[in-house]
C-alpha cells in the first residue's frame, strides 16, 4: 500500500462511527483502500469513479452554529471542502479548502470527525465521493469571503433551523453528522 494511501487507511481506522451507517461507510472505505493506491480524482469531474474528498465544517464555539455554502454544481448546501490532490494529506486538503473557498487561514480539527461515502449530485453527478469531514472552529464574527464561482452564498446555520428545514437541500449527511458534533461537543 503506497505511503499516503496507508495514512488515510490509518485515520479512517481510528475513527470511531456514530451509528450504523458510518460502520458501514468505515469498513467499506478500509476495504476500498486495501485494494488500491488510486484514491485521487484525477480527471475531472469523476476518474476515477471513486475518490477522496475532504470537507471542512466551520463550528462557531459559542452556540455551535454550522457554516454551509449554497454550492453551484451540487445545487445542495454543503460544508466547504474539495477534492483531495495527488500525494496530498486530506488534513492539507482542508486547511487549503478554507483558505481557496473562504479566505480564511485556520487549523482544522487534527483528524476528521466523521466519514461518509456519497453518490454525487447534480451537474458532475455519477461518481463517489469519499469524505473525511474536519472541524474548524471559527467565530461568527470572522470575516469570510466566499469563491463566488463556486457558491451562491455562504451562511450560518444554527442546528434547529437544519432539523426543521428541507433535507433535500443539504448533504444527505449533515443530520447525523451534527448529531455526531453535538455529541462531541456534549451538547
Same mark, same amino acid.
Given at each position: 500500500?503506497?505511503?499516503?494511501?496507508?495514512?488515510?487507511?490509518?485515520?479512517?481506522?481510528?475513527?470511531?462511527?456514530?451509528?450504523?451507517?458510518?460502520?458501514?461507510?468505515?469498513?467499506?472505505?478500509?476495504?476500498?483502500?486495501?485494494?488500491?493506491?488510486?484514491? /485521487?480524482?484525477?480527471?475531472?469531474?469523476?476518474?476515477?469513479?471513486?475518490?477522496?474528498?475532504? /470537507?471542512?465544517?466551520?463550528?462557531?464555539?459559542?452556540?455551535? $452554529?454550522?457554516?454551509?455554502?449554497?454550492?453551484?454544481?451540487?445545487?445542495?448546501?454543503? @460544508? @466547504?471542502?474539495?477534492?483531495?490532490?495527488?500525494?496530498?494529506?486530506?488534513?492539507?486538503?482542508?486547511?487549503?479548502?478554507?483558505?481557496?473557498?473562504?479566505?480564511?487561514?485556520?487549523?482544522?480539527?487534527?483528524? @476528521?470527525?466523521? &466519514?461518509?461515502?456519497?453518490?454525487?449530485? $447534480? &451537474?458532475?453527478?455519477?461518481?463517489?465521493?469519499?469524505?473525511?469531514?474536519?472541524?474548524?472552529?471559527?467565530?461568527?464574527?470572522?470575516?469570510?469571503?466566499?469563491?463566488? $464561482?463556486?457558491?451562491?452564498?455562504?451562511?450560518?446555520?444554527?442546528?434547529?433551523?437544519?432539523?426543521?428545514?428541507? @433535507?433535500?437541500?443539504?448533504?444527505?449527511? &449533515?443530520?447525523?453528522?451534527?448529531?455526531?458534533?453535538?455529541?462531541?461537543?456534549?451538547?
Amino acid at each position: 500500500m503506497r505511503s499516503t494511501v496507508a495514512a488515510v487507511h490509518e485515520l479512517v481506522t481510528r475513527l470511531e462511527p456514530v451509528d450504523n451507517l458510518e460502520g458501514e461507510h468505515r469498513g467499506h472505505v478500509l476495504g476500498w483502500l486495501r485494494s488500491t493506491d488510486d484514491v /485521487y480524482r484525477r480527471v475531472k469531474p469523476a476518474e476515477p469513479g471513486r475518490h477522496l474528498v475532504s /470537507y471542512v465544517v466551520p463550528v462557531d464555539p459559542a452556540d455551535g $452554529g454550522v457554516l454551509l455554502v449554497e454550492h453551484r454544481n451540487a445545487g445542495l448546501w454543503l @460544508p @466547504p471542502g474539495g477534492h483531495v490532490e495527488v500525494g496530498e494529506d486530506p488534513y492539507d486538503t482542508a486547511v487549503r479548502e478554507l483558505k481557496e473557498e473562504l479566505g480564511v487561514t485556520a487549523k482544522p480539527s487534527p483528524e @476528521p470527525l466523521f &466519514l461518509t461515502v456519497t453518490e454525487t449530485v $447534480g &451537474l458532475d453527478s455519477g461518481h463517489i465521493d469519499v469524505s473525511l469531514w474536519y472541524l474548524v472552529e471559527l467565530s461568527r464574527s470572522q470575516e469570510v469571503q466566499p469563491d463566488a $464561482g463556486e457558491f451562491h452564498q455562504a451562511r450560518w446555520w444554527a442546528p434547529v433551523e437544519i432539523a426543521t428545514a428541507d @433535507p433535500a437541500g443539504f448533504d444527505p449527511h &449533515l443530520g447525523r453528522f451534527l448529531r455526531k458534533l453535538s455529541a462531541a461537543l456534549g451538547r
